[in-house]
């Protein structure tokens, strides 16, 4: 029996009305993709392409106008869909007269957690997010790097399946960014699924296995990033401690040049900012002709 997607969106279409045009704006347009479990997708695009429009469709914040959304094999318009699911949106709101402990605690309670569980989650994700020093500080005093992180911790206090986060690194500084990038990194080491949507793409380049790209509410590319970023027409060997006359004759040397060490072969990367520069580049153009 093959494995359940952890996400599964099909042919999404989502049509908004506007008193300005006769015909609805349509921001979403027959968008597919699916995420495996234990993963971590990324979905790219400019402000306005799309992409926070589709994350509200898969937690069931908007209604589609067509097409599907699925988590874990459940209708995502459905409440028992988003049991598994923790969400950290753009900017979240939170009661800054309350420490960071007190807020874990306090979506604990939310969520059913009492007592000594409730207790032992709380110092688990605090130590997690890398705030135990500053658990007993208001929210107020915290810094946009600080309320991210105890966002997170929010997200995930139930111990979700799936982990959706918007742009979780806007305003963050670099150091910030970082702690979060890890964080990412280590929810995929406990399995947990990722989504996420953001427009910094060195950031999204660190921590993704899958992309997709979203240009004016199409998916113009989606794949392996490892993939995506190759350049098809070009191959590269790397090596260590090669002398200059080792260059000159790599294919007849490499294999009988006992102090050097090849260390890979394969196709040379682009960026994932060259990537997506280039194919929206192409959509624009292609839709132009």
Do not use: W
């Not at 989502?14 to 968008?31: E, G, M, Q």
């Not at 992409?51 to 459905?78: E, Q, R, Y």
């Not at 590319?221 to 350049?231: N, Y």
């Amino acid at each position: 029996m093959s494995e359940v997607n952890a996400v599964e969106v099909r042919d999404l279409v989502k049509d908004f009305s506007t008193s300005f045009r006769r015909k609805p704006l349509r921001a979403v347009d027959h968008v597919s993709f699916t995420i495996a479990p234990g993963e971590v997708y990324g979905l790219i695009g400019p402000n306005g392409s799309g992409k926070s429009t589709t994350m509200k469709a898969l937690l069931g914040l908007v209604s589609p106008t067509s097409g599907t959304c699925s988590i874990f094999g459940h209708d995502s318009s459905k409440v028992d869909s988003r049991q598994q699911v923790g969400f950290l949106p753009e900017n979240p709101y939170f009661y800054k007269h309350l420490s960071g402990e007190e807020t874990i605690r306090f979506y604990g309670k939310l969520c059913g957690m009492r007592g000594k569980a409730l207790t032992a989650r709380t110092n688990e994700l605090l130590d997690l997010v890398d705030l135990t020093d500053a658990r007993h500080r208001r929210l107020g005093g915290y810094s946009k790097g600080m309320l991210q992180r105890i966002g997170l911790a929010q997200a995930i206090v139930q111990d979700p399946q799936l982990v959706i986060l918007d742009e979780p690194t806007a305003g963050v500084d670099p150091i910030g960014s970082r702690q979060i990038r890890d964080l990412i990194l280590a929810l995929k080491e406990r399995g947990i699924t990722v989504f996420l949507c953001s427009h910094l793409l060195e950031q999204v380049q660190e921590v993704c296995d899958h992309v997709g790209i979203i240009h004016k509410g199409r998916l113009i590319k989606s794949g392996r990033l490892d993939d995506l970023i190759s350049i098809e027409d070009q191959t590269e060997i790397v090596l260590q401690n090669a002398d200059p006359a080792l260059l000159e004759e790599i294919k007849q040397l490499v294999a009988k040049h006992g102090d050097t060490t090849l260390l890979r072969t394969g196709k040379p990367r682009t960026t994932l900012e060259g990537l997506f520069l280039r194919e929206t580049r192409d959509a624009d153009s292609s839709r132009d002709e």
